[in-house]
T-cell receptor
Framework: NAGVTQTPKFQVLKTGQSMTLQCAQD?????MSWYRQDPGMGLRLIHY???????DQGEVPNGYNVSRSTTEDFPLRLLSAAPSQTSVYFC??????????????FGDGTRLSIL | SQQGEEDPQALSIQEGENATMNCSYK?????LQWYRQNSGRGLVHLIL?????REKHSGRLRVTLDTSKKSSSLLITASRAADTASYFC??????????FGKGTKLTVNP
């Protein structure tokens, strides 16, 4: 049981490049989400999904796309990387019913630098 | 922004001392959660307290909740060097969205 797996762990991009951050979970969780963590800002929600085929925007969605074709996977796409997207990105999952009642399971993050 | 505040932002103590961290949130809640984040790692769930509970214990952790003040506190007793980490509170901030506080960075010196 691997939990939540994020790849890659580190990535350096040039401005304007695109890439996909991968997230997979093996706990059959309905709810998955992406956060970015910046110094002094805590965690901010980018996008989330309550189940396969359903996604919605969080607090800071601009510049990012997501899709949820399977229960297990929730990739995050940067369309045209900008230096402001330099951050640590975390994927999390949980059982969906009563979101606030369920502990979130986090991956170990992807550290992304945009030059 | 729905983000609350954690207080203090940073805390440095000696091993064996108690550490208290506070969390202020902005909305009505059904539950509040606390998480720990070790350096370079993801967040790990510590404890959940329901809105009808005033206090909850788990090992060396004690969490209190005051819904009238929209605040919670996390107490770690008899701290160890291994408790060095950042601690975050979190609550449901709207439809299917979990909101995190900005965190308290705890350093426990041997």
């Amino acid at each position: 049981n691997a939990g939540v797996t994020q790849t890659p762990k580190f990535q350096v991009l040039k401005t304007g490049q695109s890439m996909t951050l991968q997230c997979a979970q093996d706990m059959n969780h309905e709810y998955m989400s992406w956060y970015r963590q910046d110094p002094g800002m805590g965690l901010r929600l980018i996008h989330y999904s309550v189940g396969a085929g359903i996604t919605d925007q969080g607090e800071v969605p601009n510049g990012y796309n997501v899709s949820r074709s399977t229960t297990e996977d929730f990739p995050l796409r940067l369309l045209s990387a900008a230096p402001s997207q330099t951050s640590v990105y975390f994927c999390a999952s949980s059982y969906s019913p009563g979101l606030g009642n369920q502990p979130q399971h986090f991956g170990d993050g992807t550290r992304l630098s945009i030059l | 922004s729905q983000q609350g505040e954690e207080d203090p932002q940073a805390l440095s103590i000696q091993e064996g001392e108690n550490a208290t961290m506070n969390c202020s949130y902005k909305t009505s809640i059904n539950n509040l959660q606390w998480y720990r984040q070790n350096s370079g790692r993801g967040l790990v769930h510590l404890i959940l307290i329901r809105s009808n509970e005033r206090e909850k214990h788990s090992g060396r952790l004690r969490v209190t909740l005051d819904t009238s003040k929209k605040s919670s506190s996390l107490l770690i007793t008899a701290s160890r060097a291994a408790d060095t980490a950042s601690y975050f509170c979190a609550w449901r901030g709207g439809s299917e969205k979990l909101v995190f506080g900005k965190g308290t960075k705890l350093t426990v010196n041997p």
